[in-house]
């Protein structure tokens, strides 16, 4: 019997709301991401994007609301909170690499400590996708050793090791200098061609063009309009979209 079509959504998020403080930072935000689907989150500084993102795997908690992966609630604290998270890969602006491991090292580490991979294969794999990623030739390197660009590659490379459901990256490319962007913003095409589901956030019209299915502006704290790239960006419809892209393009 083939297995039955699965409808259900990767990411369910349903009327979430996050404070810090009295500051409403998240107001009823309600989204879905199917597998294989690459969303784009864009929307002016203080918006509201990285506390999206964070919330997702729990970095920060949420005051109401629920969001879902893979159809489970995600727990509050615990072994099943490590579990999830592992689920979901996450790419910061800043590298976040540790400075005192090696590449290699950086890349092995949450296999073997979480997930009990023996050093041997966990080395092997690693190998694999710092090559898929272009920066296998710098395994042993410490990652100040290495361009951003190639550590941010690093950073992908290593949230792959976990074998994610979805990737979360949090403006990947604003750091680096402008002859790197390419080379991250390649590897995230590919990752998105592989099928990989993803919430990209970036203003980076390129990548929203060649690989995101959805557009999803963000403005004071709220999903104010969603869309498909070529429509987001050639008719955005709200006001706040309109004066944002005057600013961007
Ligand atoms: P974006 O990523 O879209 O720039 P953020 O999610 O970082 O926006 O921030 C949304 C709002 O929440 C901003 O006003 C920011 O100052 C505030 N904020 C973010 N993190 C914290 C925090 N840890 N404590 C207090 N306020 C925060
Ligand atoms: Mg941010």
Do not use: W
């Amino acid at each position: 019997m083939p297995e039955a079509p699965t409808t259900r959504p990767l990411v369910e998020i349903r009327g979430v709301n996050k404070y810090f403080g009295s500051h409403h930072v998240l107001k009823d935000i309600d989204l879905d991401v199917a597998k294989g689907e690459v969303v784009i989150v864009i929307g002016p500084s203080g918006s509201g994007k990285s506390t999206l993102c964070r919330s997702i795997n729990r970095l920060e908690t949420i005051d109401s609301g629920e969001i879902l992966i893979d159809g489970v609630r995600l727990p509050e604290e615990g072994r099943q909170l490590a579990a999830l998270r592992s689920d979901v890969g996450m790419v910061f602006q800043a590298f976040n690499l540790f400075a005192h491991k090696t590449v290699l090292e950086n890349v092995t580490l949450a296999p073997i400590k979480v997930r009990r991979i023996p050093k041997a294969e966990a080395n092997k794999r690693a190998m694999e996708l710092l090559t898929r990623v272009g920066v296998a030739d710098h395994a042993n390197k410490l990652p100040a050793q290495l361009s951003g660009g190639q550590q941010q590659r690093v950073a992908i490379a290593r949230s792959l090791a976990m074998d994610p459901k979805l990737i979360l990256l949090d403006e990947p490319t604003s750091a680096l200098d402008p002859e790197m962007i390419n080379e991250v913003l390649d590897v995230m095409v590919e990752l998105a061609q592989d099928g990989m589901t993803m919430v990209v956030v970036t203003h980076e019209m390129g990548f929203a063009r060649k690989a995101a299915d959805r557009v999803v502006f963000m403005a004071d704290g709220a999903i104010v309009e969603e869309a498909a790239p070529e429509e987001f960006f050639s008719h955005p419809k709200s006001d706040r979209a309109k004066d944002f892209l005057s600013k961007i393009l």
